[in-house]
Protein backbone atom coordinates (compact mmCIF):
# COMPACT_ATOMS: atom_id res chain seq x y z
CA UNK A 1 0.00 0.00 0.00
CA UNK A 2 1.41 3.47 -1.14
CA UNK A 3 4.86 1.61 -2.21
CA UNK A 4 6.16 1.08 -5.88
CA UNK A 5 8.37 -1.41 -6.75
CA UNK A 6 11.21 -0.90 -8.94
CA UNK A 7 10.41 -2.01 -12.57
CA UNK A 8 14.04 -4.49 -12.96
CA UNK A 9 15.32 -5.77 -10.00
CA UNK A 10 14.73 -4.16 -6.73
CA UNK A 11 18.56 -5.58 -5.66
CA UNK A 12 20.11 -3.16 -7.99
CA UNK A 13 17.94 -0.35 -6.23
CA UNK A 14 18.76 -1.18 -2.52
CA UNK A 15 22.42 -1.39 -3.42
CA UNK A 16 22.20 1.88 -5.30
CA UNK A 17 20.75 3.48 -2.64
CA UNK A 18 22.78 2.17 0.15
CA UNK A 19 25.68 3.00 -1.66
CA UNK A 20 24.14 6.64 -1.76
CA UNK A 21 23.60 6.50 2.34
CA UNK A 22 27.27 4.72 3.45
CA UNK A 23 29.09 7.47 1.36
CA UNK A 24 31.67 9.60 2.64
CA UNK A 25 30.93 13.17 2.88
CA UNK A 26 33.13 15.10 0.18
CA UNK A 27 35.80 17.14 1.91
CA UNK A 28 35.31 20.89 1.86
CA UNK A 29 38.16 23.11 -0.31
CA UNK A 30 39.02 26.61 0.91
CA UNK A 31 41.37 28.57 -0.99
CA UNK A 32 43.15 30.96 0.64
CA UNK A 33 45.75 34.10 -0.81
CA UNK A 34 48.85 34.23 1.11
CA UNK A 35 50.33 38.28 0.24
CA UNK A 36 52.81 40.49 1.41
CA UNK A 37 55.71 42.81 0.75
CA UNK A 38 59.25 40.96 -0.89
CA UNK A 39 61.02 39.56 1.94
CA UNK A 40 58.11 39.40 4.60
CA UNK A 41 58.47 35.53 5.35
CA UNK A 42 55.44 34.59 2.81
CA UNK A 43 57.03 31.17 1.27
CA UNK A 44 58.40 30.36 4.48
CA UNK A 45 54.38 30.78 6.20
CA UNK A 46 53.38 28.34 3.34
CA UNK A 47 56.16 25.59 3.57
CA UNK A 48 55.06 25.99 7.60
CA UNK A 49 51.98 25.46 7.18
CA UNK A 50 51.81 22.92 4.36
CA UNK A 51 54.84 20.75 6.31
CA UNK A 52 57.57 20.92 3.91
CA UNK A 53 60.94 22.07 3.48
CA UNK A 54 61.81 25.29 1.90
CA UNK A 55 64.17 24.82 -1.06
CA UNK A 56 66.54 28.01 -1.16
CA UNK A 57 66.27 31.26 -0.35
CA UNK A 58 65.22 32.81 -3.16
CA UNK A 59 62.25 35.42 -3.29
CA UNK A 60 58.95 34.63 -5.24
CA UNK A 61 58.88 36.03 -8.24
CA UNK A 62 55.74 34.33 -9.40
CA UNK A 63 53.54 31.93 -8.26
CA UNK A 64 53.11 29.11 -5.65
CA UNK A 65 50.84 26.50 -4.76
CA UNK A 66 50.33 25.09 -1.09
CA UNK A 67 48.55 22.31 0.38
CA UNK A 68 46.98 21.85 3.82
CA UNK A 69 44.65 19.27 5.12
CA UNK A 70 42.69 19.71 8.28
CA UNK A 71 39.86 17.32 9.97
CA UNK A 72 37.25 17.64 6.44
CA UNK A 73 38.85 20.23 5.34
CA UNK A 74 41.46 21.01 2.58
CA UNK A 75 43.12 24.79 2.13
CA UNK A 76 44.33 25.67 -0.67
CA UNK A 77 47.03 28.18 -0.12
CA UNK A 78 48.15 30.45 -3.38
CA UNK A 79 50.90 32.40 -2.76
CA UNK A 80 52.13 35.40 -4.99
CA UNK A 81 55.38 37.20 -5.37
CA UNK A 82 55.52 40.59 -3.37
CA UNK A 83 57.44 43.00 -5.61
CA UNK A 84 56.07 45.79 -7.14
CA UNK A 85 55.80 44.17 -10.54
CA UNK A 86 54.11 41.06 -8.68
CA UNK A 87 51.68 43.05 -7.21
CA UNK A 88 50.10 44.54 -10.30
CA UNK A 89 48.50 40.74 -10.89
CA UNK A 90 47.53 40.15 -7.29
CA UNK A 91 43.90 40.95 -8.37
CA UNK A 92 43.32 38.81 -10.95
CA UNK A 93 43.20 36.05 -7.58
CA UNK A 94 40.81 38.35 -5.85
CA UNK A 95 37.57 36.57 -7.04
CA UNK A 96 38.39 33.04 -5.82
CA UNK A 97 39.40 33.00 -2.61
CA UNK A 98 37.42 32.94 0.63
CA UNK A 99 39.93 34.44 2.48
CA UNK A 100 43.30 35.86 2.91
CA UNK A 101 46.53 35.71 4.77
CA UNK A 102 48.98 38.97 5.04
CA UNK A 103 52.17 38.52 6.04
CA UNK A 104 54.67 42.02 7.34
CA UNK A 105 58.14 41.82 8.77
CA UNK A 106 57.68 42.51 12.60
CA UNK A 107 61.13 43.57 12.31
CA UNK A 108 61.24 46.30 9.69
CA UNK A 109 61.44 50.30 10.30
CA UNK A 110 58.85 51.91 10.94
CA UNK A 111 59.08 52.94 7.31
CA UNK A 112 58.99 49.64 5.91
CA UNK A 113 55.86 48.81 7.86
CA UNK A 114 54.49 52.04 6.91
CA UNK A 115 54.27 51.17 3.19
CA UNK A 116 53.68 47.34 3.82
CA UNK A 117 50.19 48.26 5.43
CA UNK A 118 49.67 51.05 2.79
CA UNK A 119 49.70 47.77 0.30
CA UNK A 120 46.83 46.44 2.82
CA UNK A 121 44.66 49.04 2.57
CA UNK A 122 44.72 48.99 -1.31
CA UNK A 123 44.28 45.35 -1.01
CA UNK A 124 41.09 45.87 1.66
CA UNK A 125 39.53 48.33 -0.82
CA UNK A 126 39.34 46.59 -3.87
CA UNK A 127 35.83 45.37 -4.23
CA UNK A 128 36.71 41.73 -4.64
CA UNK A 129 38.51 41.62 -1.12
CA UNK A 130 36.02 43.68 1.05
CA UNK A 131 34.43 41.56 3.33
CA UNK A 132 36.46 38.98 3.38
CA UNK A 133 38.22 37.48 6.45
CA UNK A 134 41.99 38.47 6.92
CA UNK A 135 44.98 36.90 8.72
CA UNK A 136 48.07 39.23 9.72
CA UNK A 137 50.71 37.06 10.71
CA UNK A 138 53.86 39.13 11.89
CA UNK A 139 56.82 37.13 10.89
CA UNK A 140 60.50 37.31 12.33
CA UNK A 141 59.22 38.36 15.46
CA UNK A 142 62.56 36.94 17.33
CA UNK A 143 64.45 39.47 15.54
CA UNK A 144 62.15 42.21 16.36
CA UNK A 145 62.41 45.02 19.51
CA UNK A 146 61.35 43.09 22.39
CA UNK A 147 59.44 46.66 23.52
CA UNK A 148 57.26 46.51 19.98
CA UNK A 149 54.20 44.58 20.89
CA UNK A 150 51.28 43.39 18.74
CA UNK A 151 48.84 45.69 20.40
CA UNK A 152 51.37 48.43 19.49
CA UNK A 153 50.98 48.13 15.81
CA UNK A 154 47.49 47.48 15.84
CA UNK A 155 46.90 50.92 17.22
CA UNK A 156 49.51 52.39 14.97
CA UNK A 157 47.98 51.98 12.13
CA UNK A 158 44.66 51.70 13.02
CA UNK A 159 44.10 47.81 12.18
CA UNK A 160 40.69 47.69 13.62
CA UNK A 161 38.88 50.73 11.95
CA UNK A 162 40.40 49.40 8.74
CA UNK A 163 38.54 46.30 8.89
CA UNK A 164 35.51 48.17 10.47
CA UNK A 165 35.31 50.04 7.59
CA UNK A 166 35.96 47.62 4.88
CA UNK A 167 33.51 44.91 6.77
CA UNK A 168 36.21 42.30 6.93
CA UNK A 169 37.15 40.20 10.23
CA UNK A 170 40.93 40.19 11.35
CA UNK A 171 42.88 38.64 13.56
CA UNK A 172 47.03 39.41 14.23
CA UNK A 173 49.48 36.96 15.24
CA UNK A 174 53.06 36.03 15.63
CA UNK A 175 55.52 33.83 13.79
CA UNK A 176 58.92 33.29 15.21
CA UNK A 177 61.41 31.43 13.73
CA UNK A 178 63.86 30.25 16.03
CA UNK A 179 61.82 30.66 18.52
CA UNK A 180 61.67 28.08 21.92
CA UNK A 181 58.34 29.39 23.09
CA UNK A 182 55.24 27.04 22.32
CA UNK A 183 53.27 29.19 22.45
CA UNK A 184 54.50 31.56 20.07
CA UNK A 185 55.04 28.55 17.38
CA UNK A 186 51.84 27.49 18.23
CA UNK A 187 50.01 30.92 17.53
CA UNK A 188 49.99 30.80 13.82
CA UNK A 189 48.33 27.24 13.37
CA UNK A 190 45.73 29.30 16.04
CA UNK A 191 45.24 31.82 13.55
CA UNK A 192 44.54 29.33 10.45
CA UNK A 193 42.08 27.45 12.58
CA UNK A 194 40.21 30.93 13.32
CA UNK A 195 40.69 31.38 9.67
CA UNK A 196 39.12 28.52 8.33
CA UNK A 197 36.78 28.01 11.13
CA UNK A 198 35.51 31.30 10.45
CA UNK A 199 35.08 30.50 6.39
CA UNK A 200 33.75 26.95 7.36
CA UNK A 201 30.91 28.83 9.56
CA UNK A 202 30.16 31.50 6.19
CA UNK A 203 31.01 28.57 3.23
CA UNK A 204 27.65 29.10 2.22
CA UNK A 205 27.79 32.91 2.01
CA UNK A 206 30.91 33.08 0.70
CA UNK A 207 31.32 30.35 -2.37
CA UNK A 208 27.80 33.09 -2.76
CA UNK A 209 30.09 35.90 -2.95
CA UNK A 210 32.95 34.15 -4.69
CA UNK A 211 29.89 33.27 -7.57
CA UNK A 212 29.49 36.94 -7.78
CA UNK A 213 32.90 37.93 -7.78
CA UNK A 214 33.74 35.49 -10.77
CA UNK A 215 30.35 36.89 -12.45
CA UNK A 216 31.59 40.20 -12.11
CA UNK A 217 34.83 39.70 -13.34
CA UNK A 218 33.29 38.12 -16.63
CA UNK A 219 31.03 40.84 -16.75
CA UNK A 220 33.88 43.53 -16.45
CA UNK A 221 35.80 41.10 -19.36
CA UNK A 222 33.07 41.64 -21.76
CA UNK A 223 32.62 45.21 -21.27
CA UNK A 224 35.99 45.77 -21.87
CA UNK A 225 35.77 43.80 -25.20
CA UNK A 226 32.83 45.57 -26.62
CA UNK A 227 34.30 49.09 -26.01
CA UNK A 228 36.97 47.53 -27.77
CA UNK A 229 35.32 45.71 -30.58
CA UNK A 230 33.12 48.60 -30.69
CA UNK A 231 30.13 46.80 -30.37
CA UNK A 232 27.45 48.79 -28.67
CA UNK A 233 24.03 46.53 -29.80
CA UNK A 234 21.56 46.97 -26.86
CA UNK A 235 20.52 43.72 -26.47
CA UNK A 236 23.88 42.37 -25.15
CA UNK A 237 24.67 45.35 -23.16
CA UNK A 238 20.99 45.30 -21.09
CA UNK A 239 22.20 41.18 -20.12
CA UNK A 240 25.37 42.73 -18.96
CA UNK A 241 23.82 45.06 -16.94
CA UNK A 242 21.19 42.84 -15.12
CA UNK A 243 24.24 40.54 -14.05
CA UNK A 244 25.98 43.26 -12.60
CA UNK A 245 23.19 44.70 -10.51
CA UNK A 246 22.87 41.08 -9.02
CA UNK A 247 26.27 41.06 -8.57
CA UNK A 248 26.09 44.55 -6.55
CA UNK A 249 22.96 43.16 -4.89
CA UNK A 250 24.75 40.28 -3.20
CA UNK A 251 27.45 41.74 -2.68
CA UNK A 252 25.74 44.45 -0.33
CA UNK A 253 24.41 41.14 1.45
CA UNK A 254 27.47 39.57 2.06
CA UNK A 255 29.23 41.94 3.68
CA UNK A 256 28.80 42.14 7.59
CA UNK A 257 29.96 44.10 10.40
CA UNK A 258 31.76 41.78 12.25
CA UNK A 259 34.09 43.26 15.18
CA UNK A 260 37.80 41.66 14.05
CA UNK A 261 39.45 39.12 17.21
CA UNK A 262 42.45 41.64 17.42
CA UNK A 263 43.70 43.62 20.46
CA UNK A 264 41.63 45.69 22.84
CA UNK A 265 41.24 49.47 21.43
CA UNK A 266 43.84 50.88 24.10
CA UNK A 267 46.31 53.48 23.48
CA UNK A 268 49.82 52.43 24.00
CA UNK A 269 53.39 53.47 23.15
CA UNK A 270 56.18 52.31 21.53
CA UNK A 271 59.48 52.50 22.72
CA UNK A 272 62.63 53.79 20.45
CA UNK A 273 66.08 53.19 21.77
CA UNK A 274 65.79 55.81 24.46
CA UNK A 275 63.19 58.12 23.05
CA UNK A 276 59.69 56.60 24.01
CA UNK A 277 56.65 57.98 21.69
CA UNK A 278 53.02 58.24 22.64
CA UNK A 279 50.68 57.09 19.88
CA UNK A 280 47.70 59.24 21.08
CA UNK A 281 49.07 62.50 20.50
CA UNK A 282 51.98 61.78 17.62
CA UNK A 283 50.13 62.42 14.22
CA UNK A 284 53.02 61.43 12.19
CA UNK A 285 52.45 57.48 13.60
CA UNK A 286 48.98 57.84 12.10
CA UNK A 287 49.49 57.24 8.02
CA UNK A 288 45.20 55.82 7.55
CA UNK A 289 43.49 58.39 9.61
CA UNK A 290 43.78 60.83 6.63
CA UNK A 291 42.79 58.75 4.43
CA UNK A 292 39.41 57.31 5.93
CA UNK A 293 36.31 59.03 7.16
CA UNK A 294 36.22 61.04 9.86
CA UNK A 295 33.33 58.55 11.10
CA UNK A 296 36.08 55.89 11.88
CA UNK A 297 38.28 58.14 14.07
CA UNK A 298 36.08 56.97 16.93
CA UNK A 299 38.47 54.19 17.53
CA UNK A 300 40.91 56.38 18.75
CA UNK A 301 39.09 58.53 21.42
CA UNK A 302 39.43 56.28 24.55
Known amino acids: ?22 SAPKEKLIKVVLLGLEGSGKTEIGCALAGTQRLGDDSTNG ?15 TEIGGNKEMQKIW ?41 KPFLLIATKADLAD ?35 NAIVANEIFEGVNWLTAYINK ?3 MLRKRVRCDTNMKIWQNQIKKIILEGNSRRGKYERLKKRRRLWATTYRRSKRRIRPCTAPATIF ?15 DLLPLSTQLPNKTNVFLQQ
Open 202 to 204: NII
Open 146 to 180: QSVQLYDIENTFQLETLANYYFSSLRLCCYSRNSS
Open 63 to 77: VQYFRMKLPSVQVSI
Open 91 to 131: HHYFDTAMGFIFCFDMSATYEELKDSFEVLQKTFAHPFVSG
Open 269 to 283: SVCQSTETVELSTSN
Open 1 to 22: MGLSLCKWKCCCCCQRNSNRIT
